[in-house]
């Protein structure tokens, strides 16, 4: 069966940056739309970054964030820099059998696109 597995949340002081993991098993990578989201205590859950052969970002945290993805690992990551004290939340890892074609039509960033979903990995970022 599919399984996402994340790791590399930490707490951090603002400013700081971190890289969370995701590894995948039980499908064929190259082919999945890989996509983080997160989710704060009270808040929805939102979108952050997705990657097939193309990326896509949240405006919350472009121009400071790089998902990016191994191949050969079935791993995708995300690299996070000058983190925010409202950057703080469980991330999760999903993955969508969709693949590139969420690009095509703009539903990437769709929570309801993916089919899978990992447990989370907690960020903590303090002022």
């Known amino acids: 069966q599919v399984q996402l597995v994340e790791s590399g949340g930490d707490s951090v002081q603002a400013g700081g940056s971190l890289r969370l993991s995701c590894v995948a098993s039980?499908?064929?990578?190259?082919?999945?739309?890989m996509g983080w989201f997160r989710q704060a205590p009270g808040k929805a859950r939102e979108f952050v970054a997705a990657?097939?052969?193309?990326?896509v970002y949240a405006d919350i945290v472009k121009g400071r964030s790089a998902i990016s993805r191994d191949l050969d690992k079935n791993t995708v990551y995300l690299q996070m820099n000058s983190l925010r004290p409202e950057d703080a939340a469980v991330y999760y890892c999903?993955?969508?059998?969709?693949?590139?074609?969420?690009?095509?039509?703009?539903?990437?960033?769709?929570?309801?696109?993916?089919?899978?979903w990992g447990q989370g990995t907690q960020v903590t970022v303090s002022s």
């Open positions: 999903a993955a969508s059998h969709r693949g590139e074609a969420a690009f095509m039509d703009g539903s990437a960033p769709l929570p309801a696109t993916y089919d899978y």
């Open positions: 039980g499908l064929t990578f190259s082919r999945y739309l």
């Open positions: 990657i097939n052969w193309s990326t």
